[in-house]
T-cell receptor, first 114, second 115 residues
Framework: EAGVTQFPSHSVIEKGQTVTLRCDPISGHDNLYWYRRVMGKEIKFLLHFVKESKQDESGMPNNRFLAERTGGTYSTLKVQPAELEDSGVYFC????????????FGPGTRLTVL | RKEVEQDPGPFNVPEGATVAFNCTYSNSASQSFFWYRQDCRKEPKLLMSVYSSGNEDGRFTAQLNRASQYISLLIRDSKLSDSATYLCVVTYHMNYGGSQGNLIFGKGTKLSVKP
């Protein structure tokens, strides 16, 4: 069974540019999460989709971040315009949706904003 | 105060050593507890869940003390392949979708096992 995949694996952009990260969850997983690790800090939650609906976006840093999950399948996270402090590793995770189900993480996208 | 605090590390130990990691959490409403392992430049992977009664998986033993809001992980007979960062993680059960809700991570403790 394929795991969670993320694209791109790395992205280097300049401040003010736009970047879109993509996550493909494990097939059949209703729950999709985005997390971020900024250098020197712990991994932090950004938001949670159940199918196509945003259930919790309390971790989104500001309105420069926009997440979507079209048709309840893959998800995109767009940063526009990017700032220096947005640099970090963005992880996506998915779970089936039963209580206590394990979240499986993708390999992450390493974003560098110059 | 951070929600989840861990020993900062790094822990440098010889092969075969026993090593213990500690973690405290601040929110008494936390309901589920985990240890994740993260290799360098890789994604976190679930190592084991932590139950109130304590649980063991081979060389790994996890303990939870709800009264003290304290979680531990013990690794016996450490192997070179145990070298990684160990992340203490808590979560709250949510009512929608049956999901476990967002994970709250500690910063992690780096373990380096030397020959």
């Amino acid at each position: 069974e394929a795991g969670v995949t993320q694209f791109p694996s790395h992205s280097v952009i300049e401040k003010g540019q736009t970047v879109t990260l993509r996550c493909d969850p494990i097939s059949g997983h209703d729950n999709l999460y985005w997390y971020r690790r900024v250098m020197g800090k712990e991994i932090k939650f950004l938001l949670h989709f159940v199918k196509e609906s945003k259930q919790d976006e309390s971790g989104m840093p500001n309105n420069r971040f926009l997440a979507e999950r079209t048709g309840g399948t893959y998800s995109t996270l767009k940063v526009q315009p990017a700032e220096l402090e947005d640099s970090g590793v963005y992880f996506c995770a998915s779970s089936q949706g039963l209580a206590g189900d394990t979240q499986y993480f993708g390999p992450g996208t390493r974003l560098t904003v110059l | 105060r951070k929600e989840v605090e861990q020993d900062p590390g790094p822990f440098n130990v010889p092969e075969g050593a026993t090593v213990a990691f500690n973690c405290t959490y601040s929110n008494s409403a936390s309901q589920s507890f985990f240890w994740y392992r993260q290799d360098c430049r890789k994604e976190p992977k679930l190592l084991m869940s932590v139950y109130s009664s304590g649980n063991e998986d081979g060389r790994f033993t996890a303990q939870l003390n709800r009264a003290s809001q304290y979680i531990s992980l013990l690794i016996r007979d450490s192997k070179l392949s145990d070298s990684a960062t160990y992340l203490c993680v808590v979560t709250y059960h949510m009512n929608y979708g049956g999901s476990q809700g967002n994970l709250i991570f500690g910063k992690g403790t780096k373990l380096s096992v030397k020959p």
